[in-house]
């Protein structure tokens, strides 16, 4: 099972602790297959509770995007966790069609939402010691830097961005156009470079530089960006549908993807790892990016979920379910950032 599965079974084992026993559709549980003794993830809307909203807006929000930078985490400040996440969103209404249209990019701070830009519609940002954010456009680059608190015109392009991502390893922004276009950004946001990519729908980047995305074949493809040239991903018998999901920073390569109603994890060398998982809810934004702390939304609303707590002291119920995994979370915990995307 996926690291990203796992901690999502923390996460629902946490839930069902709170949760009363019942039966039937709506159980939110994790159960076990006797045959291979592999734990079962099975996600509904009861997964979501109140309790985890930090958000309520009035438009869907389609994406969430947690800085891994400065903004959010000093080097070796372990406690930072402790406190709250600077986190920023994208709303857009969504029609039955998934057309959207879209509502402002916005930024979450001490549960209090601030709109930054008006045809804002992804944000990145570079792991390292900055305190800037880079928010795609429907007419460029805009880049909001954490230490004023503006938001201004990063370079002269205008292209109308419905994606941006950044490559940690080499600390180059991408873009992806709605001509399903990608393109590297260069100086300072003067100069933009084709990645000999089609039909590009949707990307992701992991940390040794290898660009996932897909068609409008839904056909997955991998293209490491130090060397080019896209090479399909193979053993997904059926995809319907997909979204691609930023890394945590606890991976060194490889990203997820929800296709259809399942977690998999796509690897660096071509292949897909299923899941034990099912989702028979989707969230509409994931951000799993900060390893302990998970953001998803759903129904207009965004859930923060912290993995540290589960592994509290206070949870004794949960210390058996938890003793096979516990070492692993708080190495996890204890790393600095630094030592990720280097």
């Known amino acids: ?50 309790t985890n909203v930090k958000y309520t807006g009035q438009h869907d929000i389609v994406n969430i995007i947690v800085p ?3 903004i959010n985490f000093e080097d070796d400040d372990e406690e930072r966790y402790n406190n709250d996440i600077t986190v920023f969103f994208v709303e857009a209404d969504v029609n039955d069609k998934g057309e959207r249209n ?22 990145t940002a570079l792991n390292d010691d900055s305190t800037k954010v880079y928010f795609g456009a429907s ?14 015109k990063y370079g002269t392009l205008t292209d109308n961005i419905i994606q941006i991502e950044a490559d940690n390893k080499t600390g180059i922004i991408y873009f992806l156009t709605n001509e399903h276009e990608v393109f590297s950004v260069a100086d300072e ?20 530089s290898n660009l996932y995305y897909y068609d409008s074949k839904k056909d997955l493809y991998l293209c490491n960006l130090n ?43 071509r292949t897909a790892e299923k899941s034990k998982g099912t989702l028979k809810v989707k969230p509409s934004a994931y951000a799993p990016e900060a390893t302990l702390i998970h953001y998803y939304a759903l129904d207009k609303k965004i859930y923060e979920f912290n993995v540290l707590a589960i592994i509290s002291p206070e949870l004794e119920e949960l210390i058996d379910f938890l003793n096979d995994k516990k070492n692993e979370i708080q190495n996890i915990a204890t790393k600095s950032r630094s030592s990720f995307g280097a």
């Not at 079974?9 to 009363?20: G, R």
């Not at 879209?102 to 045809?119: F, I, M, P, W």
């Not at 990519?197 to 940390?207: Q, S, T």
Request: aromatic content about 8%; overall charge negative; proline content about 2%.
């Open 227 to 269: 060397h080019g040239g896209a090479q399909k991903i193979e053993g997904i018998p059926s995809r319907n549908s997909i979204k691609l999901i930023r890394p945590m920073f606890a991976q060194e390569d490889g990203v997820f993807a929800i296709i259809d109603d399942v977690i998999y994890l796509l690897n660096a060398n």
């Open 1 to 50: 099972m996926s690291l990203f599965s796992i901690l999502l079974l923390f996460l629902v084992a946490t839930t069902i602790a709170a949760l009363p026993i019942t039966t039937g559709d709506d159980v939110l549980a994790t159960t076990t297959n006797s045959t291979a003794s592999e734990d079962m993830l099975i996600i509904t809307e009861n997964f979501f509770l109140e």
């Open 139 to 152: 007419d460029g680059i805009y880049v909001y830097d954490d230490t004023n608190g503006k938001t201004n």
């Open 102 to 123: 879209d509502q402002g990019l916005y930024v979450l701070r001490n549960s209090k939402a601030t709109k930054l830009l008006d045809n804002g519609r992804d944000a």
């Open 189 to 208: 946001g003067k100069k933009k470079i084709k990645v000999n990519l089609k039909d590009v729908r949707e990307i992701a980047i992991d940390y040794n």
């Open 68 to 70: 891994l930078n400065k």
